[in-house]
């Protein structure tokens, strides 16, 4: 290898390794906020960085590295929400809460929550820890389209958006993990 390549070489490992240090928190942050799955986020930025060793030379200096990085891992949150939208939905889940005459199977019909304290829930932690339990049981897709709207609170159109699904797939799939949560939360926490 030769001077100048020796350089270039030199230059693209000096890059990468600042670029680690002063982007990797910001990167997890946002990686985290829009999948709320801390190991999904470690995963999605390590992957920007490989993408970025592998793509170094594209990048042209005409943005800052921490705008080329942030594109990186948008693009890889999409693709990750692509491939959930990809996997094919199981039958068996499809309709378990309703009859064919859409009315609530006897044994899926809501129990009546009105001897709890909802105002004071969220505020409960051994809650919080079932809640987040049911959540973690949905499909993945399922799961995905709760935590982007009422955890992280982003608008419908961008979970249509990243998930890469139509509004009427979001509001069929948001309906059903409600379903699948209550079921759940009262399993778990209504029947003590």
């Not at 080329?68 to 949150?77: G, S």
């Not at 044994?107 to 969220?122: F, I, N, R, V």
């Amino acid at each position: 290898m030769d001077n100048a390549n020796l350089k270039v070489v030199y230059k693209k490992e000096q890059d990468l390794e600042s670029w680690v240090q002063q982007h990797t928190k910001e990167l997890l942050s946002w990686a985290f906020y829009k999948t709320s799955d801390k190991m999904l986020a470690e995963d999605l930025v390590q992957d920007v960085f490989l993408v970025a060793a592998e793509k170094y030379e594209s990048f042209k200096h005409d943005s800052q590295p921490k705008t080329w990085l942030f594109a990186i891992l948008n693009n890889k949150i999409a693709e990750h929400y692509r491939r959930l939208s990809e996997r094919p939905q199981s039958d068996s889940i499809a309709n378990p809460f309703f009859n064919e005459d859409e009315h609530w199977k006897e044994a899926s019909k809501p129990q009546d929550w009105a001897d709890s304290d909802e105002g004071s829930l969220l505020d409960n932690q051994e809650f919080n820890k079932v809640f987040h339990h049911c959540i973690d049981e949905l499909p993945d897709l399922h799961s995905a389209c709760i935590r982007l709207k009422f955890i992280n609170g982003i608008q419908s159109e961008v979970i249509c958006q990243d998930l890469n699904i139509t509004p009427s797939n979001y509001w069929q799939l948001l309906h059903r993990a409600k379903l699948q949560l209550r079921k759940c939360l009262e399993k778990l926490w209504f029947k003590k």
